[in-house]
């Protein structure tokens, strides 16, 4: 296996462990490993895009939604990725990841055959919470190595600087789009998410019976002047995905 610098990609081997990167700004992940993660993504029958924490600063959630605007791909996302998406990409939001694996982005995510994870880390969630099948494809997009597990063991790892490899990946994956059985699956998730929205709003006074009525009604909701708050708890994750989903700009 070769040895890993800013910008190279490696061959996932756990009994190698790749060091740290310096501190120096990276380059996009080299053209082969560009070549390589598209033909994976590709092939796929069920892709799927899940972001994390690393995928939230502007420049990073800039090139990732010029990306997903080009293909089908759906977007999963951890409590940290709140706010990737803009509302134009809503048509690509497949809810978030769960506490308990039960939210409509879990279930997006157990039917994918490949995941392409975009800033991921352990340490925000445990892959041993998602991961439910550990034989499939992962392509890993990050500036860092993955920190590899029973649970997290990447195909291929595009490291470099994750914004441009994203701007790298956009071009050669854009007109991507999904078999219609996985469509019908994603979309069928993103009709259990907007009826948790209305359940979750008409829960706490606000009587809607629609989508588009729910979409009247938040923005309103949440217009007033000054922070707003929630406790973290399992309808909480529910109710700021809500949020993000109406309010896509309010949420970081």
């Given at each position: 296996m070769s040895s890993a610098s800013p910008g190279r990609t490696r061959r996932v081997d756990p009994t190698h462990p790749v060091p740290a990167d310096s501190g120096a700004r990276l380059n996009a992940a080299p053209p082969e490993a560009i070549a390589e993660a598209v033909q994976l993504v590709r092939s796929a029958q069920r892709p799927v895009v899940l972001a994390d924490m690393h995928a939230g600063n502007p420049e990073t959630s800039s090139a990732l939604r010029t990306l997903i605007a080009g293909t089908e791909l759906p977007v999963v996302e951890t409590f940290q990725a709140a706010g990737v998406l803009s509302r134009e990409l809503d048509n690509h939001r497949a809810g978030r990841v769960g506490v308990f694996r039960n939210l409509p982005g879990d279930v997006v995510m157990a039917h994918a055959d490949l995941l392409v994870t975009v800033g991921y880390d352990e340490v925000e969630y445990d892959s041993a919470a998602w991961n439910t099948d550990v034989t499939r494809t992962i392509v890993h997009i990050d500036s860092l190595p993955a920190r590899l597990g029973d649970h997290y063991q990447p195909t291929l790892e595009l490291r470099g600087n994750v914004a441009a490899t994203l701007?790298?990946?956009?071009?050669?994956?854009?007109?991507?789009?999904?078999?219609?059985?996985?469509?019908?699956?994603?979309?069928?998730q993103r009709r259990a998410l907007s009826v948790a929205y209305a359940r979750s709003l008409g829960a706490h006074g606000h009587r809607v019976s629609t989508e588009g009525e729910l979409v009247d009604v938040l923005p309103r909701a949440l217009a007033e002047p000054g922070p707003s708050a929630v406790g973290v708890d399992t309808n909480s994750i529910r109710n700021i995905d809500l949020g993000e989903k109406l309010l896509p700009d309010s949420f970081e």
């Open positions: 701007r790298q990946l956009a071009a050669p994956l854009a007109g991507l789009r999904l078999g219609s059985e996985f469509r019908d699956t994603v979309d069928a």
